[in-house]
């Protein structure tokens, strides 16, 4: 592993911006796991009742964060380019949990 503080001025920049850009696919990625799994209702083989029991109960998310990506990921199922703006990062999380009762179904 890289030792942050000895990078120059020009390598922390880049990898600053490398490190968000695998944030940003990192969310798209959740947030199209969670569109697809809730879609399948694996939750109920976790003996979960509902996606938002099994996001916080396995996959430790507290309720905010676990309602906003269900939230997202219910609205990237009418609406993929949802996740493409996530992966580019013009949209981010809470503007999408923001617009998303909005957006007709």
Known sequence: MMEISTLSDAELTQH???CVARENDALADVIEAISEF???KLF???A???MFVY???DLGYSEDAAAK???VAQ???VYPSIIR???DGSLSLSAARLVAPHVPV
């Open 38 to 40: 809730d879609r399948r």
């Open 48 to 50: 979960a009742p509902n």
């Open 16 to 18: 600053l911006k490398a």
């Open 75 to 77: 609205k990237a199922k």
């Open 69 to 71: 990506r269900i939230q």
């Open 55 to 57: 996001c916080r109960r």
């Open 44 to 46: 109920t083989e976790n």
């Open 85 to 87: 703006f996530l992966r």
